[in-house]
Each structure stands twice: as structure tokens, then as C-alpha cells.
């Protein structure tokens, strides 16, 4: 008796996912990671990811494949030098968070959509630019506002301190979505869980600045 044939599903039709979802899922996790590490420095994740395509630890979609080539690999070292140096510079640091934020939301879909293989353009660029873009805008801007606190609090000289750790954050979430998206994940969703407790706390600091003085007694 011959088995039923199974329903085309649309894992299999042409623009859909043909990956099994397990595999999506990584996939997904791993441009996650990388969008997310965009954030803190643009260049350290394209430079991790390219070394890991170039070595083969990597699957990009075709297409994306110039990204583990010889020529990227020395242009994302020339800027990532750049990069880390321009961040150790007082003020300096401040401007490059100007222009390093349209670029880290686009280094973020980027690696997004080259992680997605055999997914359907139509869903990859969706979650390119909405996972991806949107992860590296939320980091970026979290990078952005603490250095302008490190800035006014300190005068600048807090900021080497915010670079190492800024510097050092992007390649550990780079290396661990590469090799353990899970715990890449984990911790994007613990930075997060932080800001979000710290908040409060900020708040109840500046409100007493901020609160109008009580009136005086006749």
C-alpha cells in the first residue's frame, strides 16, 4: 500500500522557508546577536561575522558571500581600528554616536538578512529590517544616551571606560551569536532587563531636580 503523498507545505513553495524550523530559528537568534552587538560598535560584528564566513562557521545567504572575502575582511579591520581608536577620544566619541547610528541600523539588517539562508527574500528583509534594524536602533540608542551621561557626569573622562566596555560587549555578543546564539539571546534579554530596572531609578534621581520648590509660608 503506497503511502499518501504530503501536502506541499509552505516551507517548500517558492519565496517561502525552506529550511526546517529549527534551523530558521538559529538562523534567526544568530542575526539577532549580531544586529544587537551592531549597537555597541558597527564594525566589530561585520568583522567577526566576515572571519567566521571566510572560515566556514558562518552559512550566508548567496549573494552575501563578499562578506567572508579577503578585500571585506581588510576594510572591516582599516574600520574597526578606526572605530575603537575615534571611541578612546573625548567628544570625538559623541559625534561618531551621530554617524555611527544610520550605519549600525544598517550593518544590523545586513547581517541579518545574510544569516537567513534559504529563507524567502519577502520574509528575510521583512525581519531584516524590523528584527535586525530594530535591535541595533534600540542598543545603539541605549550606547548613545550612556554616553552623554558618562559625558556630563564626568567631563569625558568616564568614556574610555564606556569604550572598553562597549568595545568589549559588541565582540562577546558577536562571538557568542555566532557560536551560541542561545546564550547571545539570553544575554540581549538581561542588557534589556536592566535598562529597564534602572529606569525607574533615574527617574526618582531627577525628579527631586526637576520638582517645582514648595511656597514659602506667609
Aim: proline fraction near 8%.
Amino acid at each position: 500500500m503506497s503511502r499518501p503523498s504530503r501536502r506541499p507545505s509552505d516551507c517548500h513553495r517558492p519565496g517561502g522557508i525552506d529550511k526546517e524550523p529549527v534551523e530558521l530559528l538559529t538562523s534567526i537568534l544568530i542575526g539577532l546577536g549580531l544586529a544587537a552587538a551592531c549597537g555597541f560598535r558597527v564594525f566589530v560584528p561585520l568583522l567577526i561575522a566576515g572571519l567566521a564566513a571566510h572560515f566556514g562557521g558562518l552559512p550566508v545567504v548567496g549573494g552575501f558571500g563578499w562578506i567572508g572575502s579577503t578585500p571585506a575582511l581588510v576594510a572591516f579591520t582599516v574600520a574597526t581600528l578606526v572605530e575603537i581608536i575615534g571611541y578612546y577620544i573625548p567628544w570625538v566619541d559623541n559625534l561618531l554616536d551621530a554617524l555611527a547610528a544610520p550605519t549600525a541600523i544598517a550593518a544590523g539588517m545586513l547581517l541579518m538578512a545574510s544569516t537567513l539562508v534559504d529563507c524567502g527574500p519577502f520574509l528575510r528583509w521583512t525581519l531584516a529590517v524590523v528584527a535586525g534594524g530594530g535591535t541595533a536602533a534600540v542598543f545603539q540608542g541605549l550606547t548613545t544616551v550612556a554616553r552623554q551621561v558618562s559625558s556630563i557626569s564626568t567631563g569625558g573622562l568616564g568614556n574610555p571606560v564606556l569604550a572598553t566596555i562597549e568595545g568589549g560587549g559588541s565582540a562577546l555578543l558577536a562571538v557568542l551569536a555566532v557560536s551560541l546564539p542561545i546564550v547571545a539571546l539570553a544575554l540581549i534579554a538581561v542588557l534589556l532587563l536592566l535598562v529597564w530596572k534602572l529606569l525607574p531609578l533615574r527617574r526618582a534621581r531627577a525628579a527631586p531636580e526637576t520638582a517645582p520648590a514648595a511656597p514659602r509660608p506667609m
